[in-house]
T-cell receptor
């Protein structure tokens, strides 16, 4: 079983729609949760970083963590064509600095 | 220059060549990483350096040889690579022991083995 599972997509939505992304993880030792965005031919860039269960909002982005279900989500409101990218979830144990990534979900926002 | 800079951006090499990838960070971070990104596969951690000491080698073949002369620079020396080594090689940095704060990635080196 992979440590982090993520649907590869692609996920195609019309401009202005809500994009909903999620990951599941297998090890309850993971305590930190991140979402990265990767444009084609670029390195991943950190979008959201959370520690506890619950919601964290930053502009059009909301990250949600449910530790009891080992489930993390990212929502993008009012999606724009510039949001078209691959979104990677990543998890981290409390006592380490070694990120484990999901496989990424490719998102396409159509004008 | 700020962030994490990787050079070269693209590299084509034969299987018998020797080349090196370079990574430099200007963020004051003390941990640096090499990741491999292949098509349709998750990012694979290769090496971790903390305060220029290697703390992780994720069973990487010896044809990949990392070097970290100081906390700001990281190299990946390549020799006698195989076609399956063609991939995007990403360097990242972070503050050690913060529980995250996330990594900062470079733009990567696209490596093609011919």
């Amino acid at each position: 079983q992979k440590e982090v599972e993520q649907d590869p997509g692609p996920l195609s939505v019309p401009e202005g729609a809500i994009v909903s992304l999620n990951c599941t993880y297998s090890n309850s030792a993971f305590q930190y949760f991140m979402w990265y965005r990767q444009y084609s031919r670029k390195g991943p860039e950190l979008l959201m970083y959370t520690y506890s269960s619950g919601n964290k909002e930053d502009g059009r982005f909301t990250a949600q963590v449910d530790k009891s279900s080992k489930y993390i989500s990212l929502f993008i409101r009012d999606s724009q064509p510039s949001d078209s990218a691959t979104y990677l979830c990543a998890v981290l144990k409390a006592a380490g600095n070694k990120l484990t990534f999901g496989g990424g979900t490719r998102v396409l926002v159509k004008p | 220059e700020t962030g994490v800079t990787q050079t070269p951006r693209h590299l084509v090499m034969g299987m018998t060549n020797k080349k090196s990838l370079k990574c430099e960070q200007h963020l004051g971070h003390n941990a640096m990483y090499w990741y491999k990104q292949s098509a349709k596969k998750p990012l694979e951690l290769m090496f971790v350096y903390n305060f220029k000491e290697q703390t992780e080698n994720n069973s990487v073949p010896s044809r990949f040889s990392p070097e970290c002369p100081n906390s700001s620079h990281l190299f990946l020396h390549l020799h006698t690579l195989q076609p399956e080594d063609s991939a995007l090689y990403l360097c990242a940095s972070s503050l050690t022991g913060t529980g995250g704060g996330g990594y900062t990635f470079g733009s990567g080196t696209r490596l093609t083995i011919v």
